[in-house]
């Protein structure tokens, strides 16, 4: 009876300490998980930062082309009038006008010029990003890891302009 109460009891300990050790081991796996998805929400914000520094060269473009519309709104108004009127009233209008196209011409060029630079090199912004992204991974892992990289060593992966 005596050895029964003892293997009952060993049996006991035996089944408490799996379930400790499991539930040891799930708590360790949502710390691990936890602190992936912390990295990882690191670095999707690294990679959306990225983007939003490409789209900030974009925003001068916009405003750019809000100021042509709101132009070519005033011009067609002013054109109206100018078929209206004659003498030197209509010859005011249309200097005003041709110094409002010279206006906008220049904006354009200006437009032209900043879309050519991203038309002709995509590249380079794409190049950015995924370096950046790849850079801020490379991090996460290692810190997330434990390990310290030497702080000798060249990190810049951004190319060379």
Partial sequence: MATENRLAKALKNLGLALLNATLMLVLLCLVFA????????????TISQSFADGLVQVEPVKEQLSTLNSGIV??????????????TVRDVKIENV?????????????????????VQNPDLIVDRVVTTAVGELTGSLVALRGCHPDLGANLNLLPAS
């Fill in 34 to 45: 936890w602190l992936a998805m912390k990295q990882m929400n690191a670095f999707s914000g």
């Fill in 74 to 87: 005033s011009l067609r108004s002013d054109l109206q009038e100018i078929r209206t009127t004659s003498g």
């Fill in 98 to 118: 041709q110094q409002r196209l010279d206006i906008m011409a220049a904006i354009t060029a200006e437009m032209r010029a900043k879309l050519q630079g991203i």
